[in-house]
């Protein structure tokens, strides 16, 4: 079997990221494999050869961001690109890992009209969405109850005013139905939110982690000093830091929990949105909890990003959109640390709810720091959670395992390779 790997930018999102490493672990078992990707960067199209895949990246022209509910349809370069690669590669199936960027649904038939059999790898919300989904919010709502994910015409127009597309989530569903043989979400939430929205069936086939080495003492000492942590109760906040991840709602928790544990700051990891770190050292002040506890690192990756976690005694994640799967969780499980995890979305398939760390509705800050008030004032408990996310991930979460998932997939698609 000639399999296509596709995702709009190489690389440079927690989607793409997961498509390479599914496309380079299916390598590793033998099969052949092309990825394409585009870049926006002028002169920036190359091929080159990957941990075993063909790398196809290939140039189409930026666009201003308005106008993405249109172009995500049909962007012209995009079809091209996937009409270029197909009639070089002749695959048999095409995977495709979120398109609606520069790739855009339209591509979708090009893939199709070579004869190549398509999945959609649903990784975010953006289908059935404008943007990023909160109008599934509810205060009342407690983990276990069912969540209402439908929108309609008239939640998004008021949302997203000037950007929204009538023609926008109608014309997807036609383009799956009609072009896409199969479609694979990231977690059941996910799939549950298309279904709502008259997108599926669907697949549920869990983000894989490969293993990874504990950082080295020297990194984490480094790293210790250089944010002046040691004696601290770290609190780690990481992923994009911005209003829908519930970082207002963490602060006014945050300010309950230093009361009572007066060592306790929180660690930021990654880029905040213009303003919004401003915005939240204006709410701690206010707040008493003082702008020294929070502490800011910006985006880390590699051992840097493992020795985060190793300072770290809590991970939370209070998003208010949705969150298709959570990799933040997944990766402070592997850790072994506590999470405390939004239940809007995916973090109610990768958390389990009171053994591995705890779901919470993050309206609810009262309740968000009586978790986190949990975890770091019973250290048997944080103990006890950290070994049983450790072990979740082994079970379900393991790289081998996702490609285990993907292979049999393929196999019920192409039954004769």
């Known amino acids: 079997m000639k399999l296509l790997v596709a995702n709009d930018l190489y690389g440079l999102s927690s989607a793409a990221g997961v498509a390479v490493r599914m496309a380079e672990g299916l390598a590793a ?8 990707a585009t870049t926006q960067e002028p002169g920036g199209g190359r091929r080159w050869q990957q941990g075993g895949v063909d790398v196809h990246l290939v140039e189409t022209p930026a666009y201003n961001a308005r106008w993405r509910s249109w172009r995500s349809l049909n962007n012209p370069a995009g079809v091209a690109a996937m009409a270029r690669v197909v009639d070089e590669v002749r695959p ?25 059999q398509t999945i959609l790898h649903v990784h975010d919300i953006m289908p059935v969405c404008h943007q990023k989904l909160f109008c599934h919010l509810d205060e009342r709502l407690v983990p276990g109850d069912p969540v209402r994910y439908r929108n ?10 000037g950007r929204f597309n009538p023609l926008r989530n109608g014309t997807i569903k036609k383009v799956l139905a009609r ?3 199969r479609l694979v979400a990231v977690s059941d939430e996910m799939g549950s939110a298309l279904a709502q929205n008259g997108i599926g069936p669907c697949r549920t086939i869990f983000n894989g982690m490969a293993s990874t080495s504990d950082p080295s003492d020297s990194v984490v000492s480094s790293l210790s000093e250089r944010l002046h942590l040691a004696g601290r109760r770290v609190v ?11 970082g207002l709602e963490l602060l006014e928790a945050l300010a309950v929990v230093v009361r009572k544990v007066p060592d306790a700051v929180l660690l930021l990891v990654g880029d905040a949105l213009p303003g919004f770190f401003e915005e939240m050292v204006a709410l701690a002040e206010r707040n008493g909890v003082g702008q020294h506890r929070l502490v800011r690192t910006g985006w880390l990756s590699g051992e840097e990003l493992r020795a985060a976690y190793a300072l770290s005694d809590v991970v939370v994640s209070p ?19 506590p999470v405390v995890a939004s239940m809007w979305g995916g973090p109610s398939d ?6 591995t760390g705890f779901l919470v509705n993050p309206l609810q800050t009262a309740v968000l720091a009586d978790r986190l008030l949990r975890v770091l004032q019973d250290e048997a ?8 996310g450790r072990a979740r991930v082994a079970h379900l979460f393991s790289l081998e395992k996702h490609l285990d998932g993907v292979e049999a997939l393929h196999a019920e698609m192409m039954p004769s390779s």
């Not at 078992?29 to 394409?36: A, D, I, K, P, Y």
């Not at 048999?92 to 190549?116: E, K, T």
Request: proline letters at 1%; a negative charge.
């Open 29 to 36: 078992r033998g099969h052949e494999v092309s990825f394409l």
């Open 92 to 116: 048999d199936l095409v995977h495709v890992h979120n398109l609606h960027i520069h790739l855009s649904y339209a591509s979708l038939a090009a893939a199709r009209a070579a004869g190549a």
């Open 152 to 161: 309609g015409p008239l939640k998004c127009a008021v949302c997203v005013r």
């Open 179 to 181: 072009d896409v043989d």
């Open 236 to 246: 780690m906040f990481g992923g994009r830091i911005d209003r829908l991840k519930g």
């Open 319 to 337: 998003s208010l959109c949705f969150e298709s799967f959570g990799l933040v969780n997944l990766e402070a499980m592997a850790a072994g640390l």
């Open 350 to 355: 990768v958390v389990k709810d009171g053994e």
């Open 381 to 388: 408990l944080a103990e006890r959670m950290g070994v049983a």
